[in-house]
């Protein structure tokens, strides 16, 4: 079995992933900047800012939770920004972790990027890099999760024929989905979503399917939907079948960790130091979950309105992520890193489908300018067995 255990990024004295950045570091930086030895200690400070900003797209969730693993359980939650901050261990500098959804105002993260230039990183899903490569282009530098949760999920008792996408065009059931959604335009497109199916009429609640007794089909997410329909759903209280996006074929990057690409090599010698946390970051959360879950259960009490959340349906989160490579290494034994000919084949996939929404995408838009594995620790990954 391959280990990569390294002492968790929210504890003191800082893992030894600081001392990886080393010479990469010492050679990556500005030369007029002082870079500290790379002994763990203020290894960030002065290399990178002096408070990394992360803005999410969601709140504060599972699916989220390696930037709130950065800062560990003990960090600020302020109500009225939407944030979660504190010191990323003793390196130096401090995290603060930003809430999206109502939070950016229905901007997406790259326009948000570009309109507060505080914010360091962003979560950018691969068909919104492609979509805001023309006015807002980001690169991602950290993929935290390798597949995409969301799902479309239906009632096994009335459609039990349901086993593949294909089985879902042919049943003829309602898929209800939030408007916009460029995965649903790419499930029409190859025929595993009738056009008469698809139903923008999604709420953000189980209102509509137990209303309809599963007569419609859902979206959702495989890492919270189910567990939440089957136990605390009232009117529901069973189990769902469901079929991940991401097995037809649209294979997007749900969380790549994005900065602004023209400050790409300016952030570089913080960069260097500062993903290989990340994906320690990831790592430490799947491998104990409980102090970062208690904490996001003490966002969501704190800050109101977010999806409904249960200690118990965290705890089961984590599990189905590993169970279902939502979180894993992909092709390789290296958590974090992008496959580019995947990250090609998306671009392939939706440049179309948005130019035909009006989108400008640039002729020149290839993995290499929306993505890069530049400050990945390739000897970073969960651990495999031969």
Known sequence: MRSTRRTPVHNKPLLATAALAGAALLTA???????????????????????????TDWYATPERAAAFQLVGPDGTVDVHKGAYTGPLADTGVNVEVRL?????????VPAQMY??????????PTDDAVRSAAKFPVTGVFASLDVNPQIV????????????WKDVAAS????????????????IADG??????????????????????????????????????????????????????????????????????????????????????????QIDYVDDPEPVNAAL??????????PP?????????????????????????????????????VITAVTPILRKRGVEVPDDVTADTIVTNRFIDPAIGLPTTP
């Open 192 to 281: 595993d979503v009738l056009p008469e199916q698809a139903d923008a009429s999604f709420d953000g609640t189980p209102s509509r399917f137990v209303a309809e007794r599963g007569r419609v089909m859902q979206q959702g997410y495989v890492s919270n939907e189910p567990y939440r329909w089957e136990h605390d759903v009232t009117g529901w209280m069973k189990p769902v079948e469901s079929l991940l996006v991401h097995e037809s074929g649209y294979e997007i990057y749900p969380h790549a960790w994005s900065v602004r690409t023209g400050e790409l090599d300016t952030l570089s010698g913080c960069l260097t130091a500062l993903v290989p946390m990340l994906q320690q970051a």
């Open 309 to 345: 959340m249960t200690a118990a349906g965290n705890t089961d989160s984590v599990k189905v992520q590993l169970a279902q490579k939502i979180v894993g290494n992909g092709p390789d034994d290296t958590l974090g890193d992008f496959d580019t000919a995947r990250v090609d084949r």
């Open 172 to 187: 003829g059931a309602p898929v209800v989905y939030s408007e916009g959604k460029i995965f649903m335009d790419y499930l």
């Open 153 to 164: 999920m239906w009632d096994p008792a009335t459609y039990p024929q349901v086993k593949t």
């Open 100 to 108: 999206g959804g109502p939070f950016l105002g229905g901007q997406p």
């Open 29 to 55: 930086c500005n030369s007029a900047t002082s870079v500290p030895e790379p002994t763990g200690e203020g290894i960030l400070a002065g290399v990178c800012p002096s408070t990394v900003v992360i803005q």
């Open 115 to 124: 309109q507060d230039t505080s914010i360091t990183l962003g979560f950018v």
């Open 297 to 306: 259960l003490r966002i969501a009490e704190t800050i109101p309105d977010g």
